[in-house]
């Protein structure tokens, strides 16, 4: 299984801990590279939603998990590919979603695979890598 940075909502999915799927391949990945890997604005977008809902457990088992994981940061190199990929999206007709196009762009910029349940919002982006959890085999 080739190196995965997680989207928010497979992170999400991860937590909440209720597609058995989904589980069984991230315990798969696991086993293999020990790490999740997500970027720093999963964590921000992450962590916000569980403060708005003053979800304390969940917060803190989430921060355990944020200890445990590579949380990739936000790079100029990030953020300059982020920039080329809103230019895109804006005059191809794409969605122009900022946390999406960092996300994506770190996925790049790192040479990993973007693990979604979102493919439709990442799919026009020539060079990115995808897999959906949710319909792949451990």
Known sequence: M??????TDV?????KGRNARVLQVAQGYLAEHARFSFSAITHY?????LRANRAGAAEREFLRLAD???????????LD????????????????NDADLIIAAT???????????NAAHFAWIPGLSL????????
């Open 2 to 7: 080739n190196e995965a940075l997680l989207d």
């Open 45 to 49: 977008e992450v962590l916000r939603g």
């Open 107 to 117: 996925a790049m910029e790192t040479r990993r695979v973007l693990v979604t349940g």
């Open 68 to 78: 445990d994981s590579d949380v990739l940061p936000i790079s100029l190199r990030v």
């Open 81 to 96: 590919r982020a920039a080329d990929l809103w230019a895109e999206a804006r005059r191809g007709g794409f969605p122009r």
């Open 131 to 138: 897999a959906d959890w949710r319909s792949t085999s451990p």
């Open 11 to 15: 992170l999400s999915e991860i937590l």
